[in-house]
């Protein structure tokens, strides 16, 4: 029995120690397993984080080459969008310097005699219109047509870039009144200092510094949300572009921040100004005529 019961405890002890062995054989090869799997999961991390340097390095140089693209990649600023407001319109510019005997109106239409109640003298016609896929695939033929045949533009336009999200209608403003500082004489303020700081910079540069003005970006900020509609979030896109029309040396030019440069839409006259840039405008509307979001104001004198 002693002989027996000593070579069943030999059995169960190298049963125990085999198993003991198999275990660690199993945990080491487990964890040699997991630490391959770490090696492979860092190779792979570092293969993925060198191509995404090669790539960001890439469009770094497709920035440094393409105007286009660098204008795109710093419009990061975002502002609240800015009512078709008249109201609005005209406590912005008072808070920026422009004299109160200048104001916005509103402009019901393109007929003659609805253009014939605006008040005198005009000094710009702002649209307000959506931006559809009319509206861009006019956008590229004027562009295609603008190449090939080219147009000459004043010198003494003043135009700037956008390069700003939803400052559209500030940018229309400002190229309203710095279009007619023969007529405005601003007061002195903010406007007055960022259009002398801008008058000999680039229209790129004049949008970077308008970037910059953190006094027109509170005035902006402070006046959004004096609309009659909850400002929308400025996060959102927002399907509405404003651009500026005005007469400058013998001509009518459109002035849009997101184009490559002032649109020349042929002869006007300060007298004629009105007439010639709403039928502009009325083109806008022929191209979408299904579409009914389409608003106009002007700058004009005030009304006594």
Known sequence: CSATGFGLWCTLGFCRLSFVFTLFYVKVKFELFLILLSFISHFLISIHFLIDLCVSRRFCLLLHQ???????????????????????????????GVPKKWQIVDVYGTEPDLLAI????????????????????????????????????????????????????????????????????????FLKKYLDESKDLTPERRGHLLEDSQSISEVHKVIAQEGQTAPPDDREPVPYHFVALV????????????????????????????????????????????????????LTAAVE
């Open 66 to 96: 393409t105007p286009s693209l660098q204008t795109f990649h710093k419009t990061m600023a975002t502002w609240v969008p800015l009512e078709s407001n008249p109201e609005v319109m005209n406590q912005f510019l008072a808070a920026l």
């Open 247 to 298: 007469h400058t040396d013998g001509a009518l030019y459109e002035l849009d921040g997101r184009k490559a440069s002032p649109i020349k839409h042929g002869a006007t006259t300060p007298e004629s100004l009105l007439s010639d840039a709403s039928q502009v405008a009325k083109k806008y509307m022929e191209r979408d005529p299904d579409n009914v979001y389409f608003t106009l104001v002007a």
């Open 118 to 189: 605006v008040p005198q003298p005009i000094l710009a016609l702002i649209m307000l219109f959506p931006c559809t896929d009319k509206y861009e695939e006019h956008v590229k033929q004027q562009e295609k047509e603008l190449a090939e045949k080219g147009q000459e533009v004043s010198k003494d336009i003043y135009f700037m870039k956008q390069l700003i999200h939803n400052a559209c209608g500030t940018i229309a403003l400002i190229h309203s009144v710095a279009n007619n500082l023969d007529k405005i004489e601003l007061e002195d303020g």
